[in-house]
Structures are given as structure tokens and as C-alpha cells.
């Protein structure tokens, strides 16, 4: 898998030296595309690095001036321009340094990339390997269940063995995909592999909570028996405290996300005074919602192919009521479990005029 690059007209050009000296600026002999990393999905992306091109012609101290999305490439370009080579700066004959040497590489997945990662983040790192000054790479399989979320994950290749793997699992737990979609409905994708990449470059540590407040089961869902996920991003504050908390994803739509919004204001995470080491100030954290006794992978009750039609009136304040079943792929439905889920949830209003409406003979249908 390949990256793309770019190089902005002129940056490999530094100013001539004042006396009327003779200079010839670095070019390039040999630059290898930096590999696409396997983590980030099927993201497009960029990074901006500064380097110095030796007078051997090898690069050093490259760093990154920045990057889109924010350190999900940076390892990989780093590690890619470590690899190239340049004729040196000649300045009257003799090869000198060049540094302040500026490039753009611009990152976009091969055509196929398997099941799209819907919240991309760049892996972060455990603290004690950060302190070793540890780099390596872990392959962790899972599986990806209809909704999106990922279960039954796993380690089938570590180096070095045991110092990613912890944070390797919890970085795939936090992933949402998008379902595969067969006949019109999401399937659930077993098998499901990726190589996560650890390197020193730009690394960050996810801090852990230190006070977590539990979101409350809402009581409409707790009693329909509904189960699902809030998958959010965080920004992490100075302090520790959560300064916006934002959905990602949720599944079902419209029925835990005020919960985990409530819930999360109130967290406090470690700081970099309390760690001594680099912290993410952006973070991915899943908060599933389940039943006692439901299996995790279990998200949905109804198998593929399976649907459920309700009519219902739409309220003012988006609340579904008058709820009722019109139509069903197959007889002995759980129709009670889909009608209680339908009340439970809200919906965006519906305005004409300007002015909220209650709308009746909506209909929906549930798979």
C-alpha cells in the first residue's frame, strides 16, 4: 500500500549565500513513497515535514510543521523521507548542509482497503513503552458487528511481544466501521485484521480516567431491552476535565447519545503534570450499553433480511408516539421489542413556517 507525494514548487531551493559564492541546491537521487499505514482505514491525508538534507546526501531531524488528520500520517511520512537519498548543496564545490528543507506528502489508500473505518484516529502510546523509548507493531484481529462496533478482538502478532498489546486492543475497541451491506442490509464481518504501527515520532499517551461518572440507562431502552454504543471524540482540557464532547457515531440512532453527553462532562482524565509525558488532547472512547446477559456482537434483534414497518405521529418536540406495526417480513416478529425501541427514541422536529408540527402516518421500517 503507497502513499502520494508532493513537492511544493521551490521549497527544496534554500537562498543563495551573499559574496558570490557558488551554490547548487540538493536534489534528489532516490525518494521511496512512504508506505500508506494500514491504520488509517481508508482516510485521505497530508503531512508538512522539515528536514535537513546532510552533506552526504542522507536526511536528519525530520519533523513534522503539520498534518491532516492530526498525527495519523506523521509516522509514517517520517519514516518514509528517513529512506531517501539527495546529491548535497554544493556551495563552491563543497557539499554542505541544507537544512530547512519543506515537503508535502500527500496520503491516499490503495482501491482496496476492506471495511471503511468511520473514526480514524492515530494510535497512542502506553506509557512505559514511551519511556523505554520502545517502538514496534502489533496485529490484532476482530470482528465487526451490524451496527458498526468491533467485538471478539484479539492478538496474532506482536514485536515486540506484550508492550502494545493492551493499548493495540483498546485502540481497535474504540474503532467504528461502516457494515458491510448485502441486499439492502448490514451484515456482521468476521475475521477482520489490522497492523498497527508504534513509533516514537509525534507519539502520544491516552490518559486514563480518574473519575468516571456511569452514563444512566434510559429507562424507555432499558425497558424495550435496547442495547447500543455512543462512540465519541473528546477534547481533553488542561485540567483533565472534558471541555466538548463530540457523537461520532451511536447506534440506535437517537437513543443513549444525551446520556453519554451528560455522563461525560463530568469525567476527569490524567494531565501532563500527573503523567510527566506527552498526553492526547483528543481522544476516541466507547460507551456501550448493554443488557445484563446480551452478548456484545449482539446489537440487533433481528437477523438479516428480517423488518419490521411502523406508522406512527411524529410529536412537536420529535418524540415518536401512537405507535403501531403494518407490516412484517415474517410472522412470530419480536413486533413488541421493535414498537417500545420506536418509542423510545427521539427525532429531529418537524418544522413548517418556522414552527415545530406534530406529523402523523410517518412510517419506518426496522431491519
Given at each position: 500500500m503507497r502513499a502520494v507525494f508532493l513537492m511544493c514548487a521551490g521549497l527544496l531551493v534554500a537562498a543563495a549565500p551573499a559574496g558570490g559564492e557558488t551554490v547548487q541546491p540538493a536534489a534528489p537521487i532516490d525518494r521511496p513513497i512512504p508506505e500508506y499505514p494500514s491504520a488509517a482505514g481508508t482516510v485521505e491525508g497530508s503531512v508538512k515535514l522539515r528536514f535537513t538534507i546532510g552533506k552526504?546526501?542522507?536526511?536528519?531531524?525530520?519533523?513534522?510543521?503539520?498534518?491532516?488528520?492530526?498525527?495519523?500520517?506523521?509516522?509514517?511520512?517520517?519514516?518514509?523521507?528517513?529512506?531517501?537519498?539527495?546529491?548535497?548543496?554544493?556551495?563552491?564545490g563543497k557539499a554542505v548542509d541544507q537544512?530547512?528543507?519543506?515537503?508535502?506528502i500527500r496520503f491516499k489508500p490503495?482501491?482496496?482497503?476492506?471495511?471503511?473505518?468511520?473514526?480514524p484516529e492515530a494510535p497512542l502510546y502506553p506509557k512505559q513503552a514511551f519511556q523505554e523509548k520502545l517502538e514496534g507493531k502489533v496485529t490484532v484481529g476482530f470482528d465487526i458487528t451490524v451496527a458498526g462496533s468491533t467485538g471478539n478482538i484479539h492478538i496474532l502478532e506482536a514485536n515486540p511481544p506484550g508492550v502494545f498489546d493492551a493499548e493495540a486492543i483498546e485502540d481497535v475497541r474504540q474503532r467504528v466501521y461502516?457494515?458491510?451491506?448485502?441486499?439492502?442490509?448490514?451484515?456482521?464481518?468476521?475475521?477482520?485484521?489490522?497492523?498497527?504501527?508504534?513509533?516514537?515520532?509525534?507519539?502520544?499517551?491516552?490518559?486514563?480516567?480518574?473519575?468516571?461518572?456511569?452514563?444512566?440507562?434510559?429507562?424507555?431502552?432499558?425497558?424495550?431491552?435496547?442495547?447500543?454504543?455512543?462512540?465519541?471524540?473528546?477534547?481533553?482540557?488542561?485540567?483533565?476535565?472534558?471541555?466538548?464532547?463530540?457523537?461520532?457515531?451511536a447506534f440506535p440512532r437517537g437513543v443513549f447519545e444525551d446520556s453519554c453527553r451528560t455522563a461525560v462532562k463530568r469525567w476527569k482524565f490524567e494531565t501532563v503534570a500527573e503523567l510527566g509525558a506527552p498526553v492526547a488532547d483528543h481522544i476516541k472512547y466507547m460507551i456501550n450499553f448493554r443488557m445484563a446477559g446480551s452478548r456484545e456482537a449482539d446489537v440487533h434483534y433481528l437477523k438479516p433480511g428480517q423488518w419490521i414497518e411502523l406508522e406512527y405521529t411524529l410529536s412537536p418536540e420529535g418524540r415518536p408516539k401512537d405507535v403501531k406495526v403494518v407490516g412484517q417480513s415474517?410472522?412470530?416478529l419480536p413486533t413488541d421489542k421493535a414498537v417500545e425501541q420506536m418509542k423510545s427514541m427521539k427525532f429531529a422536529p418537524i418544522f413548517e413556517n418556522g414552527v415545530a408540527v406534530e406529523k402523523q402516518h410517518l412510517k419506518i421500517r426496522i431491519s
Open positions: 552526504d546526501g542522507h536526511v536528519a531531524d525530520p519533523s513534522v510543521v503539520e498534518s491532516s488528520p492530526a498525527g495519523l500520517f506523521d509516522a509514517a511520512a517520517i519514516a518514509g523521507v528517513k529512506q531517501w537519498t539527495f546529491r548535497p548543496r554544493l556551495v563552491d537544512p530547512d528543507t519543506t515537503i508535502l490503495p482501491a482496496d482497503t476492506g471495511p471503511l473505518w468511520l473514526n461502516q457494515p458491510a451491506i448485502v441486499d439492502g442490509q448490514p451484515q456482521a464481518l468476521t475475521g477482520q485484521t489490522t497492523v498497527i504501527d508504534y513509533r516514537l515520532a509525534g507519539a502520544k499517551i491516552r490518559p486514563k480516567p480518574v473519575h468516571i461518572v456511569k452514563p444512566t440507562y434510559p429507562t424507555a431502552a432499558e425497558y424495550a431491552g435496547a442495547i447500543g454504543f455512543c462512540a465519541m471524540d473528546l477534547s481533553i482540557a488542561d485540567d483533565g476535565s472534558v471541555s466538548q464532547a463530540v457523537i461520532e457515531s415474517q410472522p412470530d
